[in-house]
C-alpha cells in the first residue's frame, strides 16, 4: 500500500453521497471563490493575511445568519464533520504528497482548497464575522485540522520518523486498534519490510510489544514521551486503561485517543537541571534520569512519574522499586512486559 500511494500521480478520495446536491455545488464554488480572494490577499501583503480586512461587509461571510453564504459555509462545515475524517486509515490516501481530489457525489475539489479552509478558520477564529460553526469544526483539536496538519508535515523536506508518525494518528477511529500501528508503518521513512511485517495473526500485545521495541533502539527516549498513565479520575474521556489486554507501563497504548508528542519534542530543563516535559495541557511532569540521556537508547535506568500504575500480573523484574518520589523501572532491551 505504500508504494501504491507513493508513487500515485493522484488520489482520489470519496466523501460519499449528499443529502442535497444543490447545496454541496454552493458550498465548493464558496470555497473556490474564498481560495481566490484569499490568495490575492496573502500576496498584496507578501504571506501575511491582515483579519481588518475581513469585516461583516466582506462579501464571503455576511454574519445574517440566513443568506445563501451562510448556507454555503454551514455546508462547507457539514463536509468537515463528516465521519470520513476520523478514520485512521485516510491517513494514507489524505495526507499523500501530491494532488489529493475529494469527492462527494458527484462534484469534487482539491485538497488544497481543504487546507486553505483549514488555515483561515485558525487565522480569522477571532474576529467576530467569520463563521463560527466552521471555526469551530476546524479547530485544532479537529480531526480535519489533525489530518490537514499530517499532509503539510509529509510535504516538508526530510524523512518523517515513526513516533512522529504514531502520535499523529494516534486520535484516530479504527475497529481494530493495531491498524494505529500498522497505518504509522506505511509512512515512516526508517521502517522497511523486514523491521515490522504487517501480520494480523500477531495479537495486539504482540504487535504494540514489536514497535516499542523498535521505537526504543532507533529513538531512544522520545517513545516513551508517548507513554501516559493517568491518576484517579484524570482525563477518563481519552483512556482506555481498563480495557484488555493491559500492557506493560513502558509500552504506549495506542487505544489512548490522546494529542502528546514523543518526550524530546516537549522538554525543558528547569534550574536545578532536571527535564520536564508537558504531555497534555495543564499539566506538568518531572523526569529524572540515570545512566541513560535524552535521545539515546533507554538502558539501565528511567525515573517515571509518580502516577504511573503497574498493571496487575506485570513481572516484578521488570521494576526495579518504588521510591517515595518517583515510581522506578529498568529496561535492558530484552523484557517483553
Same mark, same amino acid.
Request: glycine content about 10%; aromatic content about 22%; hydrophobic content about 35%.
Given at each position: 500500500m505504500k508504494g501504491i500511494y507513493e508513487g500515485a500521480a493522484s488520489v482520489f478520495a470519496w466523501l460519499g453521497m449528499p443529502d442535497d446536491d444543490a447545496q454541496i455545488k454552493d458550498a465548493i464554488d464558496l470555497m473556490v471563490k474564498s481560495f481566490d480572494v484569499f490568495s490575492e490577499d496573502i500576496e498584496a501583503l507578501d504571506g501575511g493575511i491582515h483579519p481588518v480586512k475581513w469585516d461583516k461587509d466582506h462579501a464571503l461571510f455576511p454574519h445574517d445568519g440566513c443568506s445563501d453564504t451562510d448556507q454555503a459555509w454551514r455546508t462547507v462545515t457539514a463536509i468537515c464533520d463528516l465521519p470520513y475524517f476520523r478514520r485512521v486509515w485516510i491517513h494514507q490516501e489524505a495526507t499523500t %504528497? +501530491?494532488? &489529493? /481530489?475529494?469527492?462527494?457525489?458527484?462534484?469534487n475539489f482539491d485538497g488544497d482548497l481543504m487546507l486553505m479552509i483549514v488555515l483561515c478558520a485558525h487565522r480569522f477564529a @477571532? &474576529?467576530? @464575522?467569520?463563521p463560527a460553526g466552521l471555526a469551530k469544526s476546524v479547530g485544532m483539536r479537529s480531526h480535519i485540522a489533525h489530518v490537514t496538519m499530517a499532509r503539510v508535515d /509529509? @510535504? /516538508? %523536506? +526530510?524523512?518523517q520518523p515513526l513516533v512522529d508518525i504514531l502520535a499523529d494518528v494516534r486520535i484516530a477511529s479504527c475497529a481494530d486498534q493495531r491498524d494505529k500501528v500498522f497505518v504509522a508503518l506505511a509512512h515512516a521513512a526508517e521502517i522497511s519490510t523486514m523491521d515490522i511485517v504487517v501480520d494480523y495473526d500477531r495479537s495486539l500485545e504482540e504487535v504494540y510489544l514489536d514497535i516499542a521495541h523498535f521505537a526504543l533502539e532507533r529513538h531512544g527516549l522520545d517513545m516513551l514521551g508517548l507513554v501516559y498513565t493517568h491518576g484517579p479520575g484524570l482525563h477518563p474521556d481519552f483512556l482506555s486503561l481498563a480495557e484488555a489486554p493491559r500492557l506493560p507501563?513502558? &509500552? %504506549?497504548?495506542?487505544r489512548q485517543r490522546l494529542r502528546i508528542m514523543a518526550l524530546t519534542n516537549e522538554v525543558r530543563v528547569l534550574e536545578d537541571g532536571s527535564p520536564i516535559y508537558n504531555p497534555l495541557p495543564g499539566t506538568i511532569t518531572k523526569y529524572e534520569t540515570k545512566g541513560a540521556a535524552l535521545r539515546k537508547r533507554l538502558s539501565k535506568t528511567i525515573m517515571a512519574p509518580t502516577c504511573t500504575r503497574w498493571p496487575a500480573g506485570e513481572r516484578s523484574s521488570t521494576h526495579a522499586g518504588k521510591p517515595r518520589a518517583t515510581h522506578e523501572h529498568s529496561w535492558d532491551g530484552s523484557n517483553s512486559s
Open positions: %504528497p +501530491g494532488e &489529493v /481530489r475529494f469527492w462527494i457525489g458527484k462534484h @477571532e &474576529v467576530w @464575522e467569520f /509529509r @510535504e /516538508r %523536506p +526530510g524523512p507501563t513502558w &509500552v %504506549p497504548d495506542w
